[in-house]
T-cell receptor
Framework: GAGVSQSPSNKVTEKGKDVELRCDPI?????LYWYRQSLGQGLEFLIY????????KSGLPSDRFSAERTGGSVSTLTIQRTQQEDSAVYLC??????????????FGAGTRLSVL | KQEVTQIPAALSVPEGENLVLNCSFT??????LQWFRQDPGKGLTSLLL?????REQTSGRLNASLDKSSGRSTLYIAASQPGDSATYLC???????????FGSGTRLLVRP
């Protein structure tokens, strides 16, 4: 597609439910990133994929968070047993995998998650 | 550990003014620095990427500079317009080139 696509754009869920957020990167981009933007916290890195593998999961806030990427394309971020503090905008970005020094990250519009 | 700071947090100017947004970073061993724009309820739009070997990058009315030695970048907006109203974020690579560390942003309002 023309840009990074995320779905849903908005998600309202009840505390304790599981949610799945989807990201379709720009075609041909081998690198994919998830970030979270919370009120008062700014933008924070969650996880990075190169192809289907995730060399860096250091930003995932707890073991309730997981992500996968299949076919080197679509990625899903799953949050289990959601808590109110998980409410945030989840942003996905993609980039050409290399050269790293020219690694412009292109962002999607985000998924706004509200946990009631 | 990379830390990125942006000042001011908010800025309100009349239309037509030239303005400067500031970004500072603590780890000067960066590959590049990127400036983004975020409109309310929207994702991030990349404005400019400055490589470490460059001092300036220009796109239309926007000019970004990078001074690694002082740990600073500035975004200059010429002849500001109401449509420039948005939050402007700068980001530098963290402990790896792919992990962007963002500033908290400058919320700009250009008054007609």
């Amino acid at each position: 597609g023309a840009g990074v696509s995320q779905s849903p754009s908005n998600k309202v869920t009840e505390k304790g439910k599981d949610v799945e957020l989807r990201c379709d990167p720009i075609s041909g981009h081998t690198a994919l990133y998830w970030y979270r933007q919370s009120l008062g916290q700014g933008l924070e890195f969650l996880i990075y994929f190169q192809g289907n593998s995730a060399p860096d999961k250091s930003g995932l806030p707890s073991d309730r968070f997981s992500a996968e990427r299949t076919g080197g394309s679509v990625s899903t971020l799953t949050i289990q047993r959601t808590q109110q503090e998980d409410s945030a905008v989840y942003l996905c970005a993609s980039s050409h995998g290399s050269p790293l020094s020219k690694n412009i990250q292109y962002f999607g519009a985000g998924t706004r998650l509200s946990v009631l | 550990k990379q830390e990125v700071t942006q000042i001011p947090a908010a800025l309100s100017v009349p239309e037509g003014e030239n303005l400067v947004l500031n970004c500072s970073f603590t780890d000067s061993a960066i590959y590049n620095l990127q400036w983004f724009r975020q409109d309310p309820g929207k994702g991030l739009t990349s404005l400019l990427l400055i490589q470490s070997s460059q001092r300036e990058q220009t796109s239309g009315r926007l000019n970004a500079s990078l001074d690694k030695s002082s740990g600073r970048s500035t975004l200059y907006i010429a002849a500001s317009q109401p449509g420039d109203s948005a939050t402007y974020l700068c980001a530098a690579p963290g402990d790896s080139s792919y992990k962007l560390i963002f500033g908290s942003g400058t919320r700009l309002l250009v008054r007609p």
